[in-house]
């Protein structure tokens, strides 16, 4: 079994920053692909940025410039430093994971950006 626990959401003004962080434990095989993705109320879940083995990142156009994927494979956590946060930003944010054949979700994190 594999549990992914996501921390650092919350509410912050329009131009400021926030940092996401998700660990992944349990019965974990070979994390190939770490993600972030976002759902907001009454919208499809979109995936916000993603990063290989390798290191290698895409980025939803709507964050690029502005939030940065990193992973740390010996502490299998990833990151995500959102900054410029505004109002469109606001979503649960869910980690996920692929390890191996098998696919994990987060429970999610919300992110509030709000004056």
């Known amino acids: 079994q594999v549990q992914l626990v996501e921390s650092g959401g919350g509410l912050v003004q329009p131009g400021g920053s926030l940092r996401l962080s998700c660990a992944a434990s349990g019965s974990i095989f070979s994390i190939r692909i770490m993600a972030w993705y976002r759902q907001a109320p009454g919208k499809q879940r979109e995936l916000v940025a993603k990063?290989?083995?390798?290191?290698?990142?895409n980025y939803a156009n709507s964050v690029k410039g502005r939030f940065t994927i990193s992973r740390d494979n010996a502490k299998r956590t990833v990151y995500l430093q959102m900054n410029s946060l505004n109002p469109e930003d606001t979503a649960v944010y869910l980690c996920?994971?692929?390890?191996?054949?098998?696919?994990?979700w987060g429970q999610g994190t919300q992110v509030t950006v709000s004056s």
């Open positions: 996920y994971i692929a390890d191996g054949p098998n696919d994990y």
């Open positions: 990063i290989s083995g390798a290191g290698s990142t």
